[in-house]
């Protein structure tokens, strides 16, 4: 019986994880009012944080956390990135809501460099336009400046998966790859001509797959549901990309968080980086019928 009430715990535990991913607007007003020590952090670009932004978050811009150089979208060392946070005032510990235009790319994507380097406390707030004003959410001009803090790195290394270790899983029939990015870009035609294709096995999914028509994530089962047209299931090994780990964010998202996969992984280093070894191969026949 004991054992029974342990599994069940952790059943329930699991399931809360889970569910507590992203959070409603109206939760949300809620737990403004009443949780002071709550940080709510606003991912966009800094002019656009100053022209109107959720009243008390902090503007931590999601390209900020990105190295310069040649390859986009490749995120700094842990230790620059705890710097960045601790001194924009986010500890691994705080409980931290993160927002983005609406799309859910950007917020996913900070969200799940929070959660790489050890953050505990990490939820989603969609930015439906709607809903927001339904729920009142306060809205201001006025930036906000947080105390600076420690930010303590614990990094999850089963969330990303580096491109050596892709390559020798490449055709192994336990683990599927999939493309979060736009059809053109995966068939190599895109306009901007970034792309050569596809990573070698790569199934195509675009991120909007698991989304819902106004941009907020979809059920568990509705994600399941459409997740195994494309190929996947609980007994794979899940790998998502796309060109810089933005858009794939919202597929790890899905899959780990809300459908509950166990085993997935995110390629951040993302297409930028493979195309950027010149012995890398791509392809361009579809491994995936259009269902639409």
């Not at 842990?78 to 609406?102: E, M, W």
């Not at 796309?242 to 390629?267: D, H, M, P, R, W």
Request: aromatic share 8%.
């Amino acid at each position: 019986m004991k054992k029974l009430v342990v599994a069940l715990v952790s059943i329930f535990a699991a399931f809360s994880l889970h569910a507590q991913v992203s959070i409603t607007a109206k939760d949300f007003v809620a737990e403004l009012k009443s949780n002071k020590s709550m940080i709510v952090i606003d991912v966009q670009a800094s002019d656009v944080y100053a022209k109107q932004h959720i009243q008390g978050a902090i503007n931590i811009p999601h390209k900020s956390l990105y190295k310069t150089g040649a390859v986009e979208g490749q995120f700094l060392e842990p230790a620059d990135l705890a710097a960045i946070f601790g001194k924009k005032g986010v500890s691994n510990t705080a409980k931290i809501i993160l927002y983005d235009d609406g799309s859910q790319k950007y917020n996913s994507r900070v969200w799940w460099v929070l959660k790489y380097l050890g953050a505990t406390d990490v939820t989603l707030l969609h930015k439906e336009a709607g809903q927001m004003e339904a729920a009142r959410i306060p809205m201001t001009t006025t930036p906000v400046t947080l105390k600076t803090t420690t930010f303590t790195t614990t990094v999850n290394t089963d969330m990303n998966i580096d491109m050596a270790t892709l390559k020798s899983l490449i055709d192994n029939p336990t683990e599927i790859l999939l493309d979060a990015r736009e059809k053109d870009e995966y068939e190599g035609v895109d306009q901007a001509k970034k792309s050569k294709g596809h990573l070698p096995g790569a199934v195509f999914m675009n991120y909007k797959e698991v989304l819902t028509a106004t941009g907020a994530y979809k059920s568990k089962e509705e994600i399941l549901a459409v997740a195994a047209q494309f190929g996947v299931s609980p007994e794979k090994e899940v790998i998502v990309y796309c060109q810089t780990g933005i858009k794939a964010a919202v597929l790890y998202i899905a899959f780990k968080e809300i459908a509950g996969l166990s085993n997935v992984k995110l390629y951040a280093g993302a297409y930028a980086e493979w195309a950027a070894e010149p012995d890398n191969i791509y392809c361009t026949k579809k491994l995936v019928s259009d269902h639409h």
